[in-house]
């Protein structure tokens, strides 16, 4: 079965640019995860769904950042506009259901440079 | 809120020596806590969890941890390292809202 896929694998743009990263769940999960790690903060949660709705979004950083989910496959986490700082690596996860019963699988995460 | 402690950044063991990473956790009620592995260019992947019951956890790849709640303690351990075992260690905890705290991670060097 095909896991978490995350695109891209690697952007680099100039700050001020809009970026959107996108994150396809294991089908048949019903809950998305979005993460983002720095050497600085290690790995934070930033947001994460249930059933296409979003239920904590205490860890996006800012209004900058931004993210949907329009359907049960697909998700997107934007950043407009883009600082420096957004540098990181972000990471999509999804499981079975927000219970602790059922561990989140992660995809191989965007690395995003921000020059 | 509950916080996770990785006391070591970097740890290098030579290839068939035993190998623990620290994981020290705050939390007031009994915590939901996990090991991850990340390889390079990779995501994260799950080596073992722990809920309740049995303070000796099994995972993946000849891994396991033990609770230690009197230590606030969940350290990872592997009798015998091999060179595919070098990667960066995460440990988290969680609570029942889902909310989770990973740790700064622990990058493993395994030498020849």
């Known amino acids: 079965d095909a896991g978490v896929i995350q695109s891209p694998r690697h952007e680099v743009t100039e700050m001020g640019q809009e970026v959107t990263l996108r994150c396809k769940p294991i089908?048949?999960?019903?809950?998305l995860f979005w993460y983002r790690q720095t050497m600085m903060r290690g790995l934070e949660l930033l947001i994460y769904f249930n059933n296409n709705v979003p239920i904590d979004d205490s860890g996006m950083p800012e209004d900058r950042f931004s993210a949907k989910m329009p359907n049960a496959s697909f998700s997107t986490l934007k950043i407009q506009p883009s600082e420096p700082r957004d540098s990181a690596v972000y990471f999509c996860a999804s499981s079975l259901s927000t219970g602790f019963n059922q561990p989140q699988h992660f995809g191989d995460g965007t690395r995003l440079s921000i020059l | 809120a509950q916080s996770v402690t990785q006391p070591d950044i970097h740890i290098t063991v030579s290839e068939g020596a035993s190998l623990e990473l620290r994981c020290n956790y705050s939390?007031?009620?009994?915590?939901?806590l996990f090991w991850y592995v990340q390889s390079p260019g990779q995501g994260l992947q799950l080596l073992l969890k722990y809920f309740s019951g049995d303070t000796l956890v099994q995972g993946i790849k000849g891994f396991e941890a033990e609770f230690k709640r009197s230590q606030s303690s969940f350290n990872l351990r592997k009798p015998s390292v091999h060179w595919s075992d070098a990667a960066e260690y995460f440990c988290a905890v969680g609570d029942w809202n889902n909310d989770m705290r990973f740790g700064a991670g622990t990058r493993l060097t395994v030498k020849p």
């Open positions: 089908s048949g999960h019903n809950s």
């Open positions: 939390y007031g009620a009994t915590p939901y």
